[in-house]
Protein backbone atom coordinates (compact mmCIF):
# COMPACT_ATOMS: atom_id res chain seq x y z
CA UNK A 1 0.00 0.00 0.00
CA UNK A 2 3.05 2.60 0.85
CA UNK A 3 3.61 1.94 -2.87
CA UNK A 4 0.83 2.59 -4.05
CA UNK A 5 0.19 6.10 -1.96
CA UNK A 6 3.67 7.09 -2.98
CA UNK A 7 3.33 6.64 -6.63
CA UNK A 8 -0.34 8.72 -6.68
CA UNK A 9 1.72 11.28 -4.60
CA UNK A 10 4.33 11.21 -7.48
CA UNK A 11 1.39 11.77 -10.33
CA UNK A 12 -0.21 14.04 -8.29
CA UNK A 13 2.52 16.43 -8.32
CA UNK A 14 3.06 15.69 -12.00
CA UNK A 15 -0.17 16.66 -12.35
CA UNK A 16 -0.04 19.92 -10.61
CA UNK A 17 2.99 20.79 -12.47
CA UNK A 18 1.15 20.39 -15.74
CA UNK A 19 -1.20 22.37 -15.07
CA UNK A 20 0.55 25.21 -13.21
CA UNK A 21 2.37 24.87 -17.04
CA UNK A 22 -0.68 24.96 -18.72
CA UNK A 23 -2.43 27.88 -17.03
CA UNK A 24 1.18 29.74 -17.31
CA UNK A 25 1.10 29.46 -20.84
CA UNK A 26 -2.32 30.84 -21.58
CA UNK A 27 -2.93 33.42 -18.62
CA UNK A 28 1.00 34.26 -17.68
CA UNK A 29 3.03 34.02 -20.65
CA UNK A 30 1.71 35.94 -23.38
CA UNK A 31 1.59 38.87 -21.18
CA UNK A 32 5.01 39.30 -20.61
CA UNK A 33 7.81 39.75 -22.47
CA UNK A 34 11.45 38.76 -21.50
CA UNK A 35 14.69 41.31 -22.68
CA UNK A 36 17.10 39.92 -24.30
CA UNK A 37 20.50 41.53 -24.96
CA UNK A 38 23.28 41.39 -27.90
CA UNK A 39 26.36 42.66 -28.29
CA UNK A 40 27.65 43.71 -31.79
CA UNK A 41 30.87 44.03 -31.94
CA UNK A 42 33.16 45.11 -35.59
CA UNK A 43 35.91 47.31 -36.40
CA UNK A 44 33.50 48.68 -38.95
CA UNK A 45 31.67 50.31 -35.72
CA UNK A 46 33.25 54.01 -35.23
CA UNK A 47 34.07 55.13 -31.74
CA UNK A 48 31.23 57.81 -31.97
CA UNK A 49 28.90 54.56 -31.99
CA UNK A 50 30.73 53.02 -29.31
CA UNK A 51 27.73 51.99 -26.45
CA UNK A 52 25.04 52.91 -28.28
CA UNK A 53 21.52 50.86 -27.90
CA UNK A 54 19.61 49.94 -30.40
CA UNK A 55 15.87 48.35 -29.49
CA UNK A 56 14.26 46.13 -31.65
CA UNK A 57 10.85 44.52 -31.37
CA UNK A 58 8.23 43.21 -33.76
CA UNK A 59 4.79 41.60 -34.61
CA UNK A 60 2.36 43.75 -32.31
CA UNK A 61 -0.68 42.03 -34.02
CA UNK A 62 -2.99 44.15 -32.26
CA UNK A 63 -6.47 44.03 -32.43
CA UNK A 64 -7.47 40.14 -31.79
CA UNK A 65 -5.33 39.64 -28.17
CA UNK A 66 -3.27 42.37 -27.88
CA UNK A 67 -5.73 45.02 -26.94
CA UNK A 68 -4.93 48.47 -25.37
CA UNK A 69 -4.64 47.16 -21.91
CA UNK A 70 -1.56 45.10 -22.89
CA UNK A 71 -0.27 47.29 -25.13
CA UNK A 72 0.19 49.57 -22.08
CA UNK A 73 1.82 46.49 -20.08
CA UNK A 74 4.18 46.65 -23.27
CA UNK A 75 5.06 50.19 -23.28
CA UNK A 76 5.48 50.37 -19.93
CA UNK A 77 8.34 47.33 -19.95
CA UNK A 78 9.90 49.48 -22.66
CA UNK A 79 9.95 52.61 -21.21
CA UNK A 80 12.06 51.07 -18.35
CA UNK A 81 14.82 49.92 -20.54
CA UNK A 82 17.92 52.43 -22.23
CA UNK A 83 18.49 52.98 -25.39
CA UNK A 84 19.23 55.31 -28.26
CA UNK A 85 17.50 54.19 -31.34
CA UNK A 86 15.01 52.06 -32.14
CA UNK A 87 13.83 49.47 -34.77
CA UNK A 88 10.07 47.87 -35.10
CA UNK A 89 10.21 44.72 -37.37
CA UNK A 90 6.51 44.77 -38.94
CA UNK A 91 3.20 43.34 -38.37
CA UNK A 92 1.01 46.19 -36.05
CA UNK A 93 -2.09 44.61 -36.73
CA UNK A 94 -3.03 40.44 -36.17
CA UNK A 95 -4.35 38.95 -39.65
CA UNK A 96 -7.11 40.88 -41.37
CA UNK A 97 -7.83 43.02 -38.13
CA UNK A 98 -8.25 46.90 -38.32
CA UNK A 99 -9.35 48.03 -35.07
CA UNK A 100 -11.26 51.15 -35.20
CA UNK A 101 -9.83 52.94 -32.44
CA UNK A 102 -6.15 53.26 -33.31
CA UNK A 103 -5.23 56.01 -30.62
CA UNK A 104 -3.89 53.40 -28.62
CA UNK A 105 -1.17 52.47 -30.83
CA UNK A 106 -0.59 56.26 -31.66
CA UNK A 107 0.16 56.55 -28.20
CA UNK A 108 2.64 53.70 -27.59
CA UNK A 109 4.33 54.62 -30.71
CA UNK A 110 4.47 58.03 -30.07
CA UNK A 111 5.40 57.50 -26.39
CA UNK A 112 8.67 55.72 -27.55
CA UNK A 113 11.63 58.14 -26.86
CA UNK A 114 14.74 57.70 -29.16
CA UNK A 115 17.25 60.24 -29.36
CA UNK A 116 19.17 58.49 -32.80
CA UNK A 117 16.04 57.88 -34.87
CA UNK A 118 12.97 55.94 -34.62
CA UNK A 119 13.13 53.17 -37.92
CA UNK A 120 10.48 50.21 -39.18
CA UNK A 121 9.86 48.20 -41.66
CA UNK A 122 6.27 46.77 -43.70
CA UNK A 123 5.29 43.30 -42.33
CA UNK A 124 2.90 41.22 -44.30
CA UNK A 125 -0.04 41.88 -42.36
CA UNK A 126 0.78 45.91 -42.75
CA UNK A 127 0.25 45.03 -46.58
CA UNK A 128 -3.02 42.17 -46.44
CA UNK A 129 -5.05 44.74 -46.92
CA UNK A 130 -4.98 48.67 -48.80
CA UNK A 131 -6.79 49.85 -45.72
CA UNK A 132 -4.33 48.02 -43.43
CA UNK A 133 -1.28 49.16 -45.25
CA UNK A 134 -2.61 53.03 -45.17
CA UNK A 135 -3.02 52.69 -41.86
CA UNK A 136 0.11 51.35 -40.77
CA UNK A 137 1.77 53.95 -43.05
CA UNK A 138 -0.50 56.45 -40.88
CA UNK A 139 0.50 55.71 -37.39
CA UNK A 140 4.32 55.33 -38.63
CA UNK A 141 4.54 58.67 -39.97
CA UNK A 142 2.57 60.46 -37.42
CA UNK A 143 4.78 58.78 -34.55
CA UNK A 144 7.89 59.87 -36.45
CA UNK A 145 9.41 56.59 -37.55
CA UNK A 146 10.75 56.48 -40.45
CA UNK A 147 9.99 53.40 -42.97
CA UNK A 148 12.52 51.68 -44.67
CA UNK A 149 11.26 49.95 -47.97
CA UNK A 150 13.72 48.90 -50.00
CA UNK A 151 15.94 52.04 -48.61
CA UNK A 152 18.89 52.79 -46.61
CA UNK A 153 19.51 55.32 -43.44
CA UNK A 154 22.55 56.41 -41.57
CA UNK A 155 22.74 56.21 -37.80
CA UNK A 156 24.55 58.96 -36.35
CA UNK A 157 25.51 59.48 -32.82
CA UNK A 158 26.88 63.22 -33.07
CA UNK A 159 29.51 62.89 -35.13
CA UNK A 160 29.87 61.96 -38.78
CA UNK A 161 30.36 58.30 -38.53
CA UNK A 162 27.14 56.16 -38.67
CA UNK A 163 26.05 52.63 -38.79
CA UNK A 164 23.68 52.05 -42.24
CA UNK A 165 20.47 50.37 -41.76
CA UNK A 166 18.88 48.85 -44.41
CA UNK A 167 14.82 48.03 -44.85
CA UNK A 168 13.72 45.14 -46.99
CA UNK A 169 10.29 45.16 -47.91
CA UNK A 170 8.75 41.80 -46.71
CA UNK A 171 9.08 38.59 -49.24
CA UNK A 172 5.47 37.50 -49.04
CA UNK A 173 3.04 40.08 -50.12
CA UNK A 174 5.78 42.75 -50.58
CA UNK A 175 8.26 43.96 -53.10
CA UNK A 176 11.80 43.12 -51.60
CA UNK A 177 14.34 45.09 -54.08
CA UNK A 178 18.12 44.32 -52.94
CA UNK A 179 19.93 45.66 -55.56
CA UNK A 180 17.61 49.14 -54.70
CA UNK A 181 18.10 48.49 -50.91
CA UNK A 182 22.01 48.14 -51.29
CA UNK A 183 22.59 50.93 -53.92
CA UNK A 184 25.96 51.87 -53.43
CA UNK A 185 26.75 50.29 -49.74
CA UNK A 186 30.09 51.09 -48.69
CA UNK A 187 32.23 47.77 -47.72
CA UNK A 188 33.36 49.47 -45.36
CA UNK A 189 30.35 50.53 -43.93
CA UNK A 190 28.94 48.75 -40.85
CA UNK A 191 25.63 47.41 -42.48
CA UNK A 192 22.58 46.00 -40.12
CA UNK A 193 19.51 44.63 -42.33
CA UNK A 194 16.32 44.92 -41.27
CA UNK A 195 13.39 42.67 -42.55
CA UNK A 196 10.01 41.09 -41.58
CA UNK A 197 10.31 37.62 -43.68
CA UNK A 198 13.59 35.55 -42.08
CA UNK A 199 14.19 33.60 -45.43
CA UNK A 200 14.17 36.61 -47.15
CA UNK A 201 18.03 36.32 -45.99
CA UNK A 202 18.67 34.26 -49.00
CA UNK A 203 18.35 36.85 -51.49
CA UNK A 204 20.94 38.66 -49.65
CA UNK A 205 24.48 38.50 -50.92
CA UNK A 206 27.32 37.92 -47.82
CA UNK A 207 29.22 40.91 -48.68
CA UNK A 208 26.46 43.31 -47.97
CA UNK A 209 25.33 43.39 -44.68
CA UNK A 210 26.93 42.55 -41.21
CA UNK A 211 23.84 41.68 -39.81
CA UNK A 212 20.13 40.67 -40.53
CA UNK A 213 17.10 41.42 -37.92
CA UNK A 214 13.73 39.34 -38.69
CA UNK A 215 10.50 38.54 -36.94
CA UNK A 216 7.20 37.12 -38.23
CA UNK A 217 7.65 33.53 -37.22
CA UNK A 218 7.19 34.23 -33.41
CA UNK A 219 9.59 31.56 -32.60
CA UNK A 220 6.57 28.93 -33.39
CA UNK A 221 4.24 30.93 -30.55
CA UNK A 222 4.03 27.07 -28.43
CA UNK A 223 6.63 24.38 -28.58
CA UNK A 224 5.07 21.38 -28.14
CA UNK A 225 7.18 18.46 -28.31
CA UNK A 226 8.07 18.26 -32.18
CA UNK A 227 5.39 20.77 -33.79
CA UNK A 228 4.99 24.38 -33.13
CA UNK A 229 1.81 26.36 -32.70
CA UNK A 230 2.71 28.93 -35.47
CA UNK A 231 4.96 28.10 -38.74
CA UNK A 232 3.94 30.76 -41.13
CA UNK A 233 5.26 30.82 -44.75
CA UNK A 234 8.77 32.42 -45.43
CA UNK A 235 10.17 31.13 -41.97
CA UNK A 236 10.58 28.06 -42.95
CA UNK A 237 14.38 27.66 -43.89
CA UNK A 238 15.09 30.24 -40.99
CA UNK A 239 12.35 29.92 -38.27
CA UNK A 240 13.87 31.08 -34.64
CA UNK A 241 16.97 31.96 -33.05
CA UNK A 242 20.41 32.70 -34.71
CA UNK A 243 22.08 31.44 -37.87
CA UNK A 244 25.24 32.03 -39.03
CA UNK A 245 25.19 32.51 -42.75
CA UNK A 246 27.65 33.30 -45.57
CA UNK A 247 29.23 36.49 -44.11
CA UNK A 248 26.41 37.77 -41.56
CA UNK A 249 24.29 36.87 -38.62
CA UNK A 250 20.67 36.00 -39.15
CA UNK A 251 18.91 36.83 -35.93
CA UNK A 252 14.91 36.03 -35.47
CA UNK A 253 12.71 37.54 -32.59
CA UNK A 254 10.21 35.57 -31.50
CA UNK A 255 7.93 39.08 -31.27
CA UNK A 256 5.64 40.78 -28.58
CA UNK A 257 2.53 39.13 -29.79
CA UNK A 258 0.43 36.51 -30.30
CA UNK A 259 -2.15 35.41 -33.18
CA UNK A 260 -4.46 32.37 -33.61
CA UNK A 261 -4.45 31.35 -30.01
CA UNK A 262 -3.30 33.34 -27.21
CA UNK A 263 -0.58 31.15 -25.77
CA UNK A 264 2.93 31.12 -25.17
CA UNK A 265 4.94 27.93 -24.20
CA UNK A 266 8.34 27.11 -24.07
CA UNK A 267 8.86 30.39 -26.79
CA UNK A 268 8.85 33.60 -24.44
CA UNK A 269 7.74 36.63 -25.97
CA UNK A 270 10.53 39.25 -26.27
CA UNK A 271 12.30 42.99 -26.78
CA UNK A 272 15.89 42.75 -28.18
CA UNK A 273 18.45 45.37 -27.12
CA UNK A 274 21.58 45.41 -29.01
CA UNK A 275 24.44 47.48 -27.98
CA UNK A 276 27.10 48.46 -30.60
CA UNK A 277 30.69 48.25 -29.71
CA UNK A 278 33.42 49.83 -31.33
CA UNK A 279 37.01 47.01 -31.79
CA UNK A 280 40.42 48.73 -32.64
CA UNK A 281 42.08 47.52 -35.66
CA UNK A 282 44.66 45.24 -34.78
CA UNK A 283 48.14 47.22 -36.16
CA UNK A 284 49.97 44.18 -37.98
CA UNK A 285 53.45 44.33 -36.02
CA UNK A 286 56.56 44.07 -38.46
CA UNK A 287 59.49 42.88 -37.76
CA UNK A 288 62.32 45.11 -37.90
CA UNK A 289 65.47 43.67 -40.04
CA UNK A 290 68.64 43.69 -37.33
CA UNK A 291 72.20 43.32 -38.50
CA UNK A 292 73.71 40.18 -37.76
CA UNK A 293 76.45 40.80 -35.06
CA UNK A 294 79.96 40.75 -35.85
CA UNK A 295 81.54 36.99 -34.30
CA UNK A 296 84.62 36.93 -32.85
CA UNK A 297 86.99 33.96 -34.26
CA UNK A 298 87.06 31.37 -31.37
CA UNK A 299 90.38 31.39 -29.94
CA UNK A 300 91.79 27.86 -30.49
CA UNK A 301 94.24 27.05 -27.63
CA UNK A 302 97.35 25.27 -28.32
CA UNK A 303 97.84 21.42 -27.70
CA UNK A 304 99.34 20.70 -24.63
CA UNK A 305 102.27 19.12 -24.35
CA UNK A 306 101.70 15.33 -24.09
CA UNK A 307 104.17 13.28 -22.15
CA UNK A 308 105.78 10.26 -24.04
CA UNK A 309 104.64 7.07 -22.57
CA UNK A 310 107.67 5.60 -20.71
CA UNK A 311 108.93 2.49 -22.99
CA UNK A 312 107.65 -0.75 -21.47
CA UNK A 313 109.60 -3.54 -20.62
CA UNK A 314 109.29 -5.47 -23.79
CA UNK A 315 110.48 -2.67 -25.66
CA UNK A 316 113.71 -1.85 -23.67
CA UNK A 317 116.82 -3.48 -25.72
CA UNK A 318 119.34 -5.53 -23.65
Known amino acids: MKIFYRILAVLAVIGMAAGFMIFDSKNIAPK ?3 VRRETLSSEKIGEQLDGVRILYFSDLKYGTFMDEKRLNALQEKISLLPFDAVIFGGDIFDENVRPENLTPLYTFFSSINAPLGKFAVMGDTDR ?6 ASAQEIYEKCDFE ?3 NSQALLHNRGSQA ?3 VGLDNGLNGLPDPTAAYESVSPTSYVITVCHTPDSADSVKGELT ?3 LS ?5 GQSYHLFSYEYTPAMAV ?9 TDFTLDITSGTGTTGTDQRFLCSAEVVLYTLQHVKEETPVIPQETEPAETQPAETAEP ?9 EENKKP
Open 215 to 219: GHSLG
Open 304 to 312: AESESPAPS
Open 163 to 165: VLL
Open 237 to 245: RYFRGKYEL
Open 32 to 34: QWS
Open 128 to 133: SSEALA
Open 210 to 212: DYF
Open 147 to 149: ILN
